[in-house]
């Protein structure tokens, strides 16, 4: 099997590159939050502008509702198992469902590709 190459790359580290300055942003805002609430917005704001930076390069070459899906779901499911870990939150068993069908629906998403029209031959 081919290993891929940087140009079908590409766009997948831009795209992953994103979640985690969101995931970092969101996670900064509360985790500075009562030490310095300028410093939390400015966590948050710098994480989400970057993220948004970072997903426009990735939808230059990833479908646009198959990247938001994956930086959407990624996302959520990381801030709520950080919260979980960092900040003691709660994670009751509807909240690890709900993550589940996150999951479940962005690979529904993704495996529902269609089929590449047929070229013409004139």
């Known amino acids: 099997m081919a290993s891929p190459s940087p140009s079908t790359l590409g766009p997948w580290i831009y795209l992953f590159a994103g979640i985690f300055c969101e995931i970092a942003g969101t996670t900064g805002m509360r985790a500075l ?54 900040f003691q939150e709660a994670m009751p068993l509807a909240k690890v469902a709900g993550i589940a069908f996150v999951i479940a629906g962005m690979l529904a998403i993704n495996l529902d590709k269609p089929k590449p029209a047929p070229q013409d031959r004139n």
Do not use: D, H, K, N
């Not at 939390?40 to 990833?62: C, D, K, M, N, P």
């Open 33 to 86: 939050l009562y030490v310095s609430p300028e410093l939390s917005q400015a966590s948050a704001t710098a994480g989400i502008v970057v993220s948004y930076f970072l997903v426009s390069r990735a939808v230059e070459r990833i479908p646009m509702g198959l990247a938001y899906a994956i930086w959407s779901g990624i996302g959520t499911a990381g801030v709520c198992l950080l919260s979980f870990l960092l």
